[in-house]
């Protein structure tokens, strides 16, 4: 971890001014949204850095590929055809190596919205039961937090908002504003937007959850049948196609 700190402080000394100059407020979002605890301006530093690494190692790569393919000799247009490939592969590590970096956010985030969507029918039947047996609602938070090994990354999105009740000194509604804005999941957004309404309306928790439950419930079973209908589909064409490739 401190070779880490130690990087980034290198990268940002080296490309931290340049970066500054950058709309972050793109990658900021995506950093959030994939939970990478690490500041706009810093990660793109670190993807220069990286990329700038890389780049040494494709100009090398260049190099030793034009003296593998090509006998050596003094002959000036083997040295700029050497000088052209390592610029040329230089070039294009640092640019993917870039690419990557900006990449991996979204990635992270789209595989965690994916997660969040799995589990959180469950997770909201959860908080219905404890808001049912007269739980609070940062209680209720809290106990679902516990059980991330059970609810998976649904349970870990509801424990962000907790935390920044219990840690940062949020009041709930500030936290749930946050975490809807920092959700990758439309669901979970649609999910707290529609607490916070209940909250500033004085409307039943309960009665929220019960209802969100059901819609969510019924949007699952719709899901499901559609995935049935598309494999269904599927195996009758891999059928058909079995058959005519057997007659023929």
Known sequence: MESFYRLCSISYRIFGRGVNRNDLSGLSLSLKRARINIPADLYLSLSRLAGVLFALF????????????????????????????????????????????????????????????????????????????????????????????????????????????EYFGLDLRSALMRGSKNTPSEKMRDFLEGLISVMNTGGSLEDYFSLKSRQYQDLAEGENSTFLEVLSVLAETYVCLLYTSDAA
């Open 58 to 165: 494709g100009a090398i790569l260049g190099v030793l590929l034009i003296y593998a393919l090509i006998p050596a000799s003094q002959d000036i247009s083997l040295i700029l055809l050497t000088v052209l490939s390592g610029s040329v592969t230089a070039t294009l590590f640092y640019l993917l190596t870039v690419r990557v970096f900006m990449a991996y956010p979204v990635f992270r985030a789209n595989t965690r919205r994916i997660l969040i969507d799995k589990g959180l029918l469950h997770a909201i039947n959860y908080l219905y039961a404890m808001s049912k047996g007269g739980m609070s609602l940062i209680d209720a938070f809290n106990s679902l937090k516990k059980h991330e090994a059970v609810y998976g990354e649904s349970a870990k999105e509801i424990g962000y908002i907790a935390r920044d009740v």
